[in-house]
Structures are given as structure tokens and as C-alpha cells.
């Protein structure tokens, strides 16, 4: 389950600009279902068999004279194939790529840690230096939009080597920063550097494996996002109680550094189209036949036009689609709030428990194991799905709810839990161990939501994952800025109660969309399921609905009948 989280940021994040890419390409003739030739010759006569030609089209001649120059694998154990790479070499660099987001994550809240330091030094009030959190979350939310669709024309490798470089330079402005105005700017900066790890490296670990071994890599991907929060104030206040408030920005840069070379060394490019592209140009300077090329150099897009596309879906989506408005929203308060407790943590143990400032980061410890135990349950999530898809006859997007549904209650339990239990009266591990619910419905209502909306939106499911992405670090952005005022105004226990009563709001979400989410998608215009379900679904439901969309896929929609609940 977890894995298609993960999916969200890239590869299967990047499903729009893929299948748009293959419209494109069905458009000029040539369809992603190629076999190898038997030895055709190049311009100099040479047999070459890196060309491919198309088996739907092999009855039209033009199609299969520009077929007969299609590059592709030389068979589907090819070496050079991502897929076909050892072992050893994709772990490492699935590895190297969830460390990369792990390190971003936890850049954005470290900088808890520098607030007093911030104070002193720049004289501003403590809302001016929260100001730095906000601005980096923001920017991670806002730079996936980007991202996405650059790399899948110039490729995974490049948009890694370019967005660390600027990371790292950008927060050397931070760390050596002489005034607040160059700490906020290049925070913001950081951010948008830094979110590339968020919107592309999961594309790189989906690239890697197959679809029977992508669950282990991506459960391990999937986890760094929630990690990183909750690890940088524990890093963040070690450093800064013995040293000053540049050393956390320092360790973050020594970090950054550290995995620039690793991504140099080690990460390969993994995106497939962009590896043709290559080999493609190899071949054309040792054939000298210039009539070859790589599926993608047929695709007449330019890369102005899929970004503007790239930042114009979601918000359609967002604002037209009830579902992913609702999803996106409830996703969008619970990272509100687990960045709004990196404020209200301090206040609540600081005052009430009298913990000094190195200590409370470890308050976060709750969260931390809650999110942990989370991300342990996606076995048991994924043979629920099956076993749900066997009783129905075929699968079904609504299958992926159940673990948002529990998550969705376990999250108010953890709030309340801890408003109530923030009295000085009451032992300081009691409101510490709330987190844990708190982070287990967290991480379970991400996982079912993320998977939900790639499913039932996939055509576009780049889209949807992007409005769910920007809406919550929205949030998640302005969250802390309003925490220091309400936990003053309405007092730490009502203030904490008030965010388990949004909870509460949102909690029918998973619940309703689970039964009346086939209704819902009947009436979409960007919700599909595939010719695959269809063969497997019991007499479907055929939808004659017109799509507004430029993807030639959306013609083969069809919305099954629900699971009776």
C-alpha cells in the first residue's frame, strides 16, 4: 500500500506526462507495444538490432517504414534496462534516494531549533523567525509541479545533481545569512530546491523494480517524508544547546554535501525514455543513419507546455472533483497539525513540565514510533486489498480506503489524548505517548489517500498527487503561524481539542468515498479505470462521458458497481 505513495512522487507520480507521452506518441504512429526485428540494416548496410518495429501497425506502410527506426531494448533481459540492473546497485541507490528525502524533510523542521538564536541575533519577534519554516514548506510543496515534468524530458539524474547543487548553495545564504530578509528568501529557495527528492526520487526507486519487488523499496521511501519532521527537532535541539544556531543549518549543508557525492557516485539515470534518447544518438553517430530515434524525440510536446499543463491540472482537479477536494483537505490539516505541534511542543513541555530546550525534541519520540508502526502494517494492507479484490471479483480503487478509514479514526484519538493529558498534574509521558496513535493514523490515512486518488485518477494521477501535495504544504505552511496565538488565547488544552474537532470533521471522508466513490466517478470527468479491470470486472458499467482531457486513454472509461458497505 505504502508503495504507491511513494509512486505519487514521480514515476507513477509523473503518470500524466507518461501517459500524455504515449497519446503523443500513438499520434505519430508508433505504439509502446514493440518487439526486436530480425536484423534490419542501417543506412550503411550494417544488421541492427537495438531497432524495433510496432506490431498493431506493421499493416500500414508509412507506420512501418518510421517504425522500423523505433530504438528500443535489445530484448527484455537487456543489461542496460533499469529493470535488469543487479541488485546490489538499484538498493544502493533506492537507498541513496530515500536518504535524499529523509535529509529535505528534515531541513524544514531543524530549523525549529534555530528560533532563539534567530531572536537574538536579527532582533525580530518569534512569528518573523517562524516565518523561515513556513516559507521551506511551502516551496516543497510548490516545486513537484515543476519538477515532475522537467524530468521527464531531460531524465531523473540530472534534475538530482542540479536541484542539490542548488540546495546546498541556498543555504549557505542561511547558515551565513547576516540579516533575517537573506534567511527567509533562501529558505523559501531551499525549499524548492530541496522538493525535487519529493517529487522525482520516487520515480527512480519505481523505475528499479518490478512491480513484485517494489513494495520492500518503496515502504522504506515512502517512510523518510514523515521521519524527517519528526527527527529535525530532536537533531536540531542536541546542536543548538551546546552550539550556536548556524551548527544546525551547518549539519544540514555537511548532509547535503555528503549526499550530492553519493548521488554523483552511485544514482544512475533510471528513466527509460531518456535511455532510448541515448542510445539513440549512440547509434545514429555509428550507423550514420539519422532516421533513428527513441520513442520520446517523437513527441511533439514542448517542455513550456507540460509544465504550464503540470501546474494547471491540479488545481482543476482540486476545485472540480469533490473527492480529491475533500481527500486533499483532510491530508492537508494533518500535516497542518504535525507542524503545528513543532510549536506547540515546545510551549506545552517547556512551561508545563519544565523541560529544558535539548529535551524536547525527544517529546516527538510518540510520533515517531507511531508512524514507524504504521509503515510496518502495509503487509497486512496489501492482503487486505487482495483479499478484497478476490471477494468483489476484480479490484477496485475504493479497496485502498480501509487503512485511510482507520487511520482516520485513529488521529482524533491521539489529539484529544494529548489535549487532555497536557496538565501539569498529569505525568509528561502520558501526552507523549499520544503521538503514537496520532502518528499511526497519520501515516494510514497518507498511504490510502495517496493510493486512492492514483488509482481513481489515473490518467492524472500526477495531477491529483500535486493538488494533494501543494494543499497540504499550504497548510502545513501556515499552520505554525497561527499556533503561538491560539495555545495563548484558548489555552493548551481547548487549542489541541480544537484541531481534534477538524479531525473529527474530516473523519467521514474515507468512509463516504468508499461507498459512493464508483457513484462519484460515474460522474467525474477525470476519473478512469482501466481495459485491465474491465476484463476482470463483472458486467461493467459502461460511461459514454465525454472528456475534456487531450489524453487519447480517457475514451476507454468505465466505472464498475461499488462494494456494498
Known amino acids: 500500500m505504502l508503495s504507491w505513495q511513494a509512486a505519487s512522487s514521480s514515476s507513477l507520480a509523473s503518470t500524466d506526462g507518461v501517459d500524455q507521452s504515449r497519446s503523443d506518441l500513438a499520434a505519430n504512429g508508433i505504439s509502446g507495444n514493440n518487439r ?3 536484423r534490419p540494416s542501417d543506412a550503411s548496410g550494417t544488421p541492427n538490432p537495438d531497432v524495433v518495429v510496432n506490431k498493431e501497425d506493421g499493416d500500414s506502410k508509412s507506420a512501418s517504414e518510421d517504425s522500423k527506426n523505433v530504438v528500443g531494448w535489445n530484448g527484455p533481459d537487456d543489461p542496460a534496462k533499469p529493470l535488469n540492473f543487479g541488485s546490489v546497485r538499484k538498493w544502493v541507490a533506492a537507498i541513496i534516494c530515500s536518504t535524499g528525502a529523509l535529509c529535505v524533510a528534515c531541513s524544514s523542521s531543524i530549523y525549529t531549533a534555530t528560533y532563539d538564536g534567530l531572536e ?9 523567525a517562524i516565518t523561515g519554516l513556513t516559507l521551506f514548506v511551502f516551496g516543497m510543496g510548490a516545486g513537484p509541479m515543476l519538477y515532475a515534468p522537467l524530468s521527464e524530458f531531460y531524465g531523473r539524474r540530472i534534475i538530482y545533481i542540479l536541484s542539490f547543487t542548488f540546495y546546498l548553495a541556498f543555504q ?26 519529493m517529487s522525482v526520487a520516487g520515480g527512480t526507486v519505481s523505475d528499479l523494480f518490478s512491480k513484485e519487488e517494489l513494495s520492500k523499496p518503496m515502504m522504506v521511501f515512502t517512510a523518510a517524508p514523515f521521519l ?4 529535525g527537532p ?3 535541539n542536541f546542536i543548538t544547546h551546546k552550539l550556536e544556531w548556524r551548527w544546525a543549518i551547518y549539519v544540514m549543508m555537511i548532509w547535503t554535501g555528503a549526499m550530492l557525492g553519493l548521488i554523483l557516485l552511485f544514482v544512475p539515470e533510471t528513466y527509460a525514455p531518456v535511455l532510448l534518447r541515448w542510445k539513440a544518438q549512440k547509434l545514429r553517430k555509428q550507423t550514420g543513419n539519422n532516421e533513428l530515434h527513441a520513442p520520446i524525440e517523437k513527441i511533439e510536446r514542448s517542455v513550456i507546455r507540460t509544465v504550464v499543463v503540470s501546474c494547471q491540472r491540479p488545481f482543476q482537479l482540486l476545485f472540480l472533483e469533490p473527492m480529491v477536494f475533500c481527500l486533499c483537505l483532510f491530508t492537508a490539516i494533518l500535516l497542518g497539525i504535525m507542524y503545528l505541534f513543532f510549536q506547540a511542543f515546545p510551549i506545552v513541555f517547556e512551561n508545563n513540565h519544565g523541560f529544558e530546550k ?8 510518540g510520533m515517531l514510533a507511531g508512524i514507524i508502526l504504521g509503515v510496518l502494517t502495509e503487509p497486512f494492507w496489501r492482503s487486505a486489498y487482495h483479499r478484497l479484490s478476490l471477494r468483489y471479483g476484480g479490484s477496485k480503487p475504493e479497496f485502498r480506503l480501509p487503512q485511510a478509514m482507520v487511520g482516520a479514526v485513529f488521529t482524533p484519538i491521539g489529539i484529544f489524548w494529548f489535549a487532555f493529558t497536557t496538565y501539569k498534574s498529569v505525568h509528561f509521558v502520558v501526552p507523549i505517548i499520544a503521538g503514537v496513535p496520532f502518528g499511526f493514523g497519520l501515516i494510514l490515512v497518507f498511504s490510502g489517500v495517496f493510493t486512492y ?11 491529483a498527487l500535486a493538488a494533494n501535495g501543494f494543499l497540504r504544504s499550504s497548510f502545513a505552511a501556515v499552520f505554525p503561524l497561527i499556533s503561538i496565538p491560539m495555545y495563548e488565547n484558548l489555552g493548551y488544552a481547548w487549542a489541541s481539542a480544537l484541531l481534534g474537532f477538524l479531525c473529527l470533521g474530516c473523519m467521514p471522508f474515507p468512509f463516504l468515498f468508499y461507498k459512493f466513490g464508483p457513484y462519484l466517478r460515474k460522474r467525474s470527468r477525470y476519473a478512469w479505470t482501466n481495459r485491465e479491470e474491465e476484463r476482470t470486472q463483472p458486467k461493467p458499467e459502461i460511461s459514454h462521458a465525454a472528456s475534456s482531457s487531450d489524453n487519447a486513454q480517457t475514451k476507454d472509461r468505465y466505472i464498475e458497481k461499488g462494494p456494498e458497505c
Open 36 to 38: 526486436i526485428i530480425p
Open 120 to 128: 537574538k541575533d536579527f532582533d525580530v519577534k518569534e512569528i518573523t
Open 172 to 197: 549557505f545564504p542561511v547558515g551565513f545569512g547576516k540579516n533575517i530578509t537573506s534567511v527567509l528568501v533562501n529558505r523559501l529557495l531551499s525549499g524548492l530546491a530541496g522538493s525535487a527528492f
Open 228 to 231: 524527517g519532521p519528526c527527527l
Open 234 to 236: 530532536l537533531l536540531g
Open 358 to 365: 535539548q529535551y524536547v525534541g525527544l517529546t516527538f519520540m
Open 453 to 463: 486518488l492514483v488509482e481513481a485518477y489515473r490518467p492524472y494521477a500526477a495531477s
